[in-house]
């Protein structure tokens, strides 16, 4: 369920009016708000690429001229240092809004002894890969990765797999109403105070488009189902290339 801001991966020729304007920060946030009228730029800055401005708006990366002529939506790469910039600041947004997103609103499989990784899930009670991923899930607790779910029906709110994550989450052992549903069981119908709905919204706001979603401690999307070798490997990967490694 990706809601992109604009249709596909594109130049836009903005109006003649700011080619004419003179060049500046100004100028290029206009011709971004001027394409995105109904949301707001989270964050303006200098991109990588000289001559370019960057623009943060809710999920999603946009790289404007500083004539402000050029809007691109894409992937910014770093063919050199072999790195995915545009993932890269994404990260940045995504890790601020998922550490501020409390633990008890989390439905979390630990490790016995002090976890060495932590990743967050986006999950959807009825998704087959899903509930693929968490028949691994002694497996990832044994490598020391601790995985925290959060609810993303991706039918949308009002929907049978949505039902089922809010009756899971009022059971009264969520672990194991959890696990059994993953396993293919109904979950009692319960009704009480959850946060299902914020999830979902959360997790359109952190750009997930599929499920299962998994996002590092560091923010960044490193797959949606992963093996438990496959995502040891993702989680080392990112511990290695943090500043000081």
Same mark, same amino acid.
């Given at each position: 369920?990706?809601?992109?801001?604009?249709?596909?991966?594109?130049?836009?020729?903005?109006?003649?009016?700011?080619?004419?304007?003179?060049?500046?920060?100004?100028?290029?946030?206009?011709?971004? /708000?001027?394409?995105?009228?109904?949301?707001?730029?989270?964050?303006?800055?200098?991109?990588?690429?000289?001559?370019?401005?960057?623009?943060?708006?809710?999920?999603?990366?946009?790289?404007?001229?500083?004539?402000?002529?050029?809007?691109?939506?894409?992937?910014?790469?770093?063919?050199?240092?072999?790195?995915?910039?545009?993932?890269?600041?994404?990260?940045?947004?995504?890790?601020?809004?998922?550490?501020?997103?409390?633990?008890?609103?989390?439905?979390?499989?630990?490790?016995?002894?002090?976890?060495?990784?932590?990743?967050?899930?986006?999950t959807d009670i009825?998704?087959?890969?899903?509930?693929?991923?968490?028949?691994?899930?002694?497996?990832?607790?044994?490598?020391?990765?601790?995985?925290?779910?959060?609810?993303?029906?991706?039918?949308?709110?009002?929907?049978?797999?949505?039902?089922?994550?809010?009756?899971?989450?009022?059971?009264?052992? /969520?672990?194991?109403?959890?696990?059994?549903?993953?396993?293919?069981?109904?979950?009692?119908?319960?009704?009480?105070?959850?946060?299902?709905?914020?999830?979902? /919204?959360?997790?359109?706001?952190?750009?997930?488009?599929?499920?299962?979603?998994?996002?590092?401690?560091d923010g960044s999307?490193?797959?949606?189902?992963?093996?438990?070798?496959?995502?040891?490997?993702?989680?080392?990967?990112?511990?290695?290339?943090?500043?000081?490694?």
């Open positions: 369920m990706k809601l992109p801001l604009i249709a596909a991966l594109a130049l836009f020729a903005v109006s003649p009016l700011l080619q004419a304007a003179d060049s500046g920060e100004a100028v290029a946030r206009a011709a971004v /708000q001027k394409l995105i009228t109904s949301n707001k730029i989270d964050a303006f800055e200098k991109s990588p690429v000289p001559g370019y401005y960057q623009a943060v708006v809710g999920s999603q990366l946009l790289y404007v001229s500083e004539d402000g002529r050029y809007v691109l939506q894409g992937t910014l790469y770093d063919a050199d240092a072999k790195l995915d910039l545009t993932a890269k600041r994404l990260a940045r947004v995504n890790i601020a809004k998922l550490d501020a997103y409390p633990a008890s609103k989390r439905i979390t499989f630990a490790p016995s002894s002090k976890p060495k990784y932590k990743v967050t899930v986006f009825d998704c087959g890969y899903c509930r693929k991923m968490h028949s691994h899930i002694e497996e990832y607790n044994a490598r020391g990765i601790q995985v925290d779910y959060l609810f993303f029906p991706r039918s949308g709110p009002g929907t049978p797999s949505f039902t089922k994550a809010v009756s899971v989450w009022c059971a009264k052992d /969520q672990k194991q109403a959890f696990t059994a549903a993953k396993a293919g069981a109904n979950p009692e119908p319960k009704q009480c105070d959850n946060p299902v709905a914020e999830e979902f /919204q959360l997790g359109i706001s952190v750009g997930v488009d599929g499920t299962p979603s998994v996002f590092a401690a999307k490193i797959g949606g189902y992963l093996t438990p070798d496959q995502l040891q490997a993702q989680l080392e990967r990112v511990a290695a290339e943090k500043p000081g490694a």
